[in-house]
């Protein structure tokens, strides 16, 4: 009798736990696939492929489970990244329309990230993933929170223009765009087939974003190391953007919440047509007056490009940005 009353009692506990665990979760509507993997802390988002039988293919960077785009909290100056530690596992859940991950990183505050399909536009299936980062401050005393999320896009790379918005037609090197002042209301970063849009006035609008080269923007300190204009080359990797998104600081009281909340997705952009690229500069500068009219002319032809991005080819933005890396580099070993 003892032994079916322990049996009944284990039996309960475990029906009335909460189904949580460390299993990737797959959210499949219309043509999307987001993946959810506990074991990173990260999500991987995925289309219908045009060619293929269910075959899907990334809209952002899907490396190493995702891991190359990430969350992470600022806790009075603390660095938290949104990923498992030791003995502190990520909870994965599935919830009527959608699936969380649960991170507890610290006793001072717990984080639900949640993740939906949605149809912003009404079209009747889903076209874009809604996230809502919540944090709640469990450190018994008011503390200053922050907030911020890298992702590796990967579409524009390709395309020689790795971003534009509303407002930018074309973003081929660092730029910044301070919600604040700025006027843009979207970020897109645009393949041949698809493209990957960030609403950037939807829910929560972000501070500051930072767009530069992943390795740039990939860093332990809370800001990166940002040159307004540089290429998104690096010794170590060639054309390689990403985009990372701040969301301020805030003072948060005993046991309430700060919340983010970020619409993103798919959508179909047409792309306009350019002449054919025919280089006009043949010839290596001999004196540094030479070169500074050189960086000159490039400078000014690159502001013309992105004021009137129909005026030139990916080919000729690409050439320009390699032949003023080129001379920077000549210039700095100097």
């Known amino acids: 009798m003892k032994n079916t009353f322990r049996f009944a009692l284990i039996l309960l506990v475990l029906l009335s736990a909460p189904l949580f665990s460390a299993e990737k979760i797959e ?4 043509n999307l696939k987001l993946i959810l993997n506990p074991h990173t802390g990260t999500m991987c988002l995925y289309h219908l492929a045009d060619v293929g039988k269910n075959r899907y293919e990334p809209l952002i960077e899907d490396r190493n489970y995702g891991s190359t785009s990430w969350f992470s909290v600022q806790l009075d100056g603390k660095v938290f990244k949104l990923a498992p530690r030791s003995g502190k596992p990520v909870e994965s859940l599935r919830t009527i329309d959608g699936a969380v991950l649960r991170f507890t990183l610290t006793e001072d505050f717990y984080i639900e990230q949640e993740f939906k399909l949605v149809d912003p536009d009404g079209r ?8 809502e980062l919540r944090i709640e401050n469990t450190s018994g005393k008011s503390a200053s929170f922050a907030v911020k999320g890298l992702f590796d896009t990967m579409l524009g790379e390709t395309e020689g223009i790795h971003f534009f918005t509303d407002l930018k037609k074309r973003i081929s090197h660092e730029t910044k765009i301070i919600l604040e002042t700025d006027r843009d209301s979207y970020l897109v970063s645009q393949g041949e087939q698809q493209s990957f ?17 992943w390795d740039r923007l990939n860093t332990l300190t809370w800001l990166p190391d940002f040159i307004e204009g540089r290429s998104f080359n690096t010794l170590y990797s060639v054309q390689d953007s990403a985009v990372l998104f701040l969301w301020p600081q805030k003072t948060i009281k005993p ?3 700060y919340t983010v909340q970020m619409l993103f997705g798919p959508y179909l952009i047409k792309k306009s047509t350019v002449s054919t690229f025919n ?4 010839s290596e500068p001999k004196t540094e007056d030479e070169r500074q009219a050189l960086i000159q002319w490039i400078l000014v032809r690159i502001d013309q ?7 030139a080819t990916d080919q000729e933005m690409d050439y320009l940005n390699r032949t003023l890396d080129g001379l920077l580099k000549q210039r700095m070993a100097e």
């Open 255 to 257: 046991n309430e919440l």
């Open 124 to 131: 009747g299936y889903p076209t874009a993933v809604s996230m």
């Open 305 to 311: 490009i992105e004021a009137n991005p129909s005026c």
């Open 197 to 213: 849009v960030f609403n950037l006035r939807a829910y929560t609008p972000p501070e500051t974003l930072f767009i530069a080269n």
């Open 279 to 282: 280089p006009e500069i043949t």
């Open 27 to 30: 959210l499949i509507g219309g």
